[in-house]
């Protein structure tokens, strides 16, 4: 058992391995010039992805239905965060609404899916894969993913393109940006969304350590709104707040740029990158 206040996860693991390819590029080209290199290859791949083979082709084509299909509407992207359990989440029974990761485990206490379901980390996914597969909202994933998932209904498999950026044009790829919301707001975006509220968007989390740095549950989870959610034995990787919030700020401005909105309802909230509101507000109630 855990101790009390202590973070319930191994400090057993390491970061992930670098590849003989990376630490050769660094070497030889020094790091600015490597990360480049390594930014124009991603690109490539991305670009070859989508237009050089027939599952590519159609990936994009379905991906593209997407393409303004509720411009000039709002929506809720939902996070994970232990304030879901402080928000009225039943104000959203009747919203466009994106869901992240493993909210599927709120599905049934709400009473409804998402209209969306984004997923993009890859050990999210593995271990998920069978949960994923049924959910039956349009998924959305990136290219890395597709070996977990192959076959499965209703899913767009998201090419990932170097950073930062924001992305305009889904279709064609997205930046990361170190978090699954950042995605979400890149796909409102290409959805034509005017308005994007945030719920439960912490940004906190009770561990702490390296970003990126992969580690395993040892008992229930207190950084999201299930203790299930990452539960002991889960094998995930500790966040990156520093480049999710230069993700956020890159997202506030394209939304501004547009004429558009970006709000945080999250209640308690950490991040301070969007204008703060009540949810009840938000939503003009």
Same mark, same amino acid.
């Given at each position: 058992?855990?101790?009390?206040?202590?973070?319930?996860?191994?400090?057993?693991?390491?970061?992930?391995?670098?590849?003989?390819?990376?630490?050769?590029?660094?070497?030889?080209?020094?790091?600015?010039?490597?990360?480049?290199?390594?930014?124009?290859?991603?690109?490539?791949?991305?670009?070859?992805?989508?237009?050089?083979?027939?599952?590519?082709?159609?990936?994009?084509?379905?991906?593209?239905?997407?393409?303004?299909?509720?411009?000039?509407?709002?929506?809720?992207?939902?996070?994970?965060?232990?304030?879901?359990?402080?928000?009225?989440?039943?104000?959203?029974?009747?919203?466009?609404?994106?869901?992240?990761?493993?909210?599927?485990?709120?599905?049934?206490?709400?009473?409804?899916?998402?209209?969306?379901?984004?997923?993009?980390?890859?050990?999210?996914?593995?271990?998920?894969?069978?949960?994923?597969? @049924?959910?039956?909202? %349009?998924?959305?994933? =990136?290219?890395?993913?597709?070996?977990? /998932? #192959?076959? *499965? $209904?209703?899913?767009?498999?998201?090419?990932?393109?170097?950073?930062?950026?924001?992305?305009?044009?889904?279709?064609?790829?997205?930046?990361?940006?170190?978090?699954?919301?950042?995605?979400?707001?890149?796909?409102?975006?290409?959805?034509?969304?005017?308005?994007?509220?945030?719920?439960?968007?912490?940004?906190?989390?009770?561990?702490?350590?390296?970003?990126?740095?992969?580690?395993?549950?040892?008992?229930?989870?207190?950084?999201?709104?299930?203790?299930?959610?990452?539960?002991?034995?889960? @094998?995930?990787?500790? %966040?990156?707040?520093? =480049?999710?919030?230069?993700?956020?700020? /890159? #997202?506030? *401005? $394209?939304?501004?740029?547009?004429?558009?909105?970006?709000?945080?309802?999250?209640?308690?909230?950490?991040?301070?990158?969007?204008?703060?509101?009540?949810?009840?507000?938000?939503?003009?109630?």
């Amino acid at each position: 058992m855990a101790d009390e206040g202590r973070p319930s996860v191994s400090a057993q693991e390491q970061r992930p391995k670098v590849g003989w390819k990376k630490r050769t590029a660094t070497a030889v080209l020094g790091e600015g010039r490597s990360h480049i290199l390594s930014g124009r290859v991603a690109d490539l791949r991305a670009w070859r992805e989508r237009n050089f083979t027939s599952v590519g082709r159609a990936n994009r084509r379905y991906i593209q239905q997407f393409r303004d299909i509720h411009a000039g509407k709002r929506c809720i992207i939902i996070g994970n965060g232990p304030s879901l359990r402080q928000t009225n989440l039943s104000l959203l029974r009747n919203e466009f609404t994106f869901g992240l990761n493993r909210i599927y485990l709120m599905f049934e206490e709400l009473g409804f899916e998402t209209n969306f379901l984004v997923v993009v980390n890859q050990l999210v996914v593995e271990q998920c894969a069978d949960d994923f597969r @049924r959910v039956e909202a %349009p998924l959305f994933t =990136t290219t890395a993913n597709h070996p977990f /998932l #192959a076959g *499965a $209904a209703h899913t767009a498999y998201l090419s990932q393109v170097s950073g930062p950026r924001f992305s305009v044009d889904s279709s064609h790829g997205i930046w990361e940006g170190a978090t699954v919301t950042y995605v979400a707001m890149q796909l409102a975006y290409y959805m034509g969304f005017s308005d994007v509220i945030l719920v439960g968007v912490d940004h906190r989390f009770a561990v702490s350590g390296p970003a990126h740095q992969v580690v395993e549950s040892t008992g229930p989870d207190t950084s999201h709104f299930d203790p299930n959610y990452f539960g002991k034995g889960f @094998r995930w990787q500790l %966040p990156d707040l520093e =480049t999710s919030e230069l993700a956020y700020k /890159l #997202a506030r *401005a $394209a939304f501004h740029k547009d004429g558009r909105n970006i709000v945080d309802a999250t209640v308690g909230g950490a991040l301070t990158t969007f204008p703060k509101v009540t949810l009840e507000k938000a939503l003009g109630l």
